[in-house]
């Protein structure tokens, strides 16, 4: 991977370093284009394809990586007025960090955000709660969006592109780290990536994610009553994967349940000390994808899951 070409907060061209491993996401083209066993069709049209199939982590960090430089422009526009530019959401319901604290962040604490997107997380608590954060995403577009806010608002944040399966930080250098709604669901191995985000905390840290509940894997992806009906297996792990005309990963998503999740927590280490199931509140009408005020009432979206590492 080519250094990064961004700019700070100042407005000067800064070069990110190239953190991300060879062996993780430096993948070739052929390399990206691998599948593993039958693709299962999902829905698809002549220039694209959805399918449940296996894909391997170094093919899904390659494409998400692409996917997430070409969308970076276009998803600010469509969901920057909701995320807000120094904003903390934790998912499409709406909750933020102010309501939930959910962090406990305290001032003169050192925070790591993982998966940051344009980083509006980071920003926020920069700003609201008198943190250190270092936001990190393994998409240079994304960053670049979030470079351009931070100048904008006058706001420092250092940012670094990296996989969050790989984190170029030592050991303890963090009280916390957390995502929302990043990389979690968009590597193969998120093992790995709890037993990183485990190995940079200090004892006694933080780590809080949020994700897709696990739950939605079992129904259509659809805002509407036809995304009320359990059509698919909870059970089945199979990624999601969409493929270019040619054949090429372009985007995966990979489930794990709700057991799986907790057993890679324990696995790396963390204490599990809470789940939160957001619920969606009386007054958001907005439809993000098949995330809905209908579906809200019936099904969780989001999962947020607050572990520690012992002291
Ligand atoms: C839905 S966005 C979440 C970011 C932000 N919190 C938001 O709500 O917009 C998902 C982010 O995860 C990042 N991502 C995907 N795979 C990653 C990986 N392996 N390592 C780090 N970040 C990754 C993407 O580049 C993207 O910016």
């Not at 049209?45 to 970076?72: C, F, I, K, L, P």
């Not at 469509?78 to 406990?104: I, K, M, N, R, S």
Request: proline residues 7%; hydrophobic residues 40%.
């Amino acid at each position: 991977m080519p250094p990064v070409a961004a700019e700070s907060h100042t407005g000067a061209p800064v070069l990110y370093p190239a953190t991300v491993a060879p062996d993780q996401s430096c993948v070739s083209a052929e390399d990206a284009a691998v599948s593993v066993g039958d693709p299962v069709a999902v829905s698809g049209d002549e220039s694209y394809a959805a399918v449940r199939r296996a894909v391997s982590g170094a093919a899904t960090a390659a494409a998400n990586r692409s996917w997430w430089d070409a969308e970076a422009d276009d998803y600010y526009i469509e969901h920057g007025a909701f995320l807000g530019d120094a904003g903390f959401v934790w998912g499409p319901e709406g909750w933020t960090e102010e309501q939930l604290d959910l962090l406990a962040a305290r001032p003169g604490q050192r925070l790591l955000e993982i998966g940051a997107g344009a980083a509006q997380c980071g920003r926020w608590l920069v700003d609201q709660r008198g943190v250190t954060v270092v936001s990190s995403d393994i998409s240079a577009g994304m960053l670049r969006v979030g470079a351009r806010i931070s100048r904008a608002r006058g706001i420092r944040l250092p940012l670094v592109q990296c996989d969050a399966t790989a984190l170029p930080f030592a050991e303890a250098s963090f009280d916390t780290v957390f995502t929302s709604y990043g990389a979690v669901p968009f590597v193969a191995d998120s093992g790995r990536l709890m037993r990183e985000a485990a190995r940079v905390l200090r004892p006694g840290g933080r780590f809080v994610f949020s994700t897709t509940h696990p739950i939605r894997w079992a129904f259509p992806d659809e805002p509407g009553p036809a995304g009320l009906t359990a059509a698919l297996s909870y059970f089945d792990r199979t990624p999601y994967a969409e493929t270019d005309a040619g054949g090429t990963l372009t985007y995966a998503e990979h489930h794990r349940t709700l057991g799986d999740r907790v057993r890679e927590i324990v696995a790396a280490g963390l204490v599990l000390v809470d789940l939160v199931e957001p619920e969606w509140p009386d007054g958001n009408d907005q439809t993000w994808g098949g995330w809905s005020p209908l579906r809200g009432a019936h099904l969780p979206g989001t999962a947020i899951f607050v572990t520690r590492k012992p002291a």
